[in-house]
């Protein structure tokens, strides 16, 4: 006898439990309001023309402006990185530019942000570990601009030996390699 209720109420629990699946699968994902991504997708364009002029305080509000409205915004929260970076503010720019690495939408921008954190490193005057985000830059794209600036791997023809910085970014120099990016 005690079989047959805890089977039925396994089927009653199983049934009520299929039932509320479909519902929620019937409801529309939930989605930030199109006027607010038009909105972040405006304040990240302001903050990229800021940057492009080399005013890095105005470009860091339109990007927090854009995350506001959309938290969601990878460009906006990469280019906040970028903005901060050249500000000087590098312990938070390397700490915006970890978490744009975990949501880079594909390996070109993984590429980039890598370069970025290891540039950022760079001005923190952490060479070792910037040569670990080089190298993994190195991998996916061995053109990036950041690293062929800063980064020596081994040479065709010279032999193996151990990579090395090639030089430390002085000013903003190393930050407004990535502005070549902006579009």
Not at 56 to 64: D, Q, V
Not at 81 to 100: K, N, Q, T
Request: glycine share 8%; hydrophobic share 40%; proline share 7%.
């Amino acid at each position: 006898m005690k079989f047959k209720i805890v089977t039925l109420t396994f089927l009653f629990a199983f049934a009520c439990a299929e039932k509320t699946t479909v519902v929620v699968a019937d409801a529309p994902p939930p989605s930030r309001p199109p006027g607010l991504i038009v909105a972040s997708d405006k304040a990240l364009e302001n903050g990229k023309k800021h940057l492009r002029k080399g005013n890095c305080g105005k470009a860091i509000k339109e990007f927090e402006k854009a995350l506001k409205k959309n938290p969601n915004n990878f460009e906006a929260l990469y280019w906040l990185g970028v903005a901060e970076g050249m500000c000087g503010y590098y312990s938070r720019a390397y700490d915006r530019f970890v978490l744009a690495l975990r949501y880079s939408p594909d390996r070109g921008w993984q590429a980039r942000v890598n370069a970025t954190i290891g540039l950022t490193l760079l001005y923190m005057g952490r060479d070792d570990d910037a040569i670990v985000y080089f190298e993994r830059t190195r991998v996916i794209d061995p053109r990036n601009e950041i690293i062929i600036a800063y980064y020596d791997w081994d040479a065709p023809g010279k032999g193996p030996k151990k990579p090395k910085i090639k030089k430390k970014p002085k000013d903003r120099e190393g930050f407004e390699i990535t502005l070549r990016w902006l579009d």
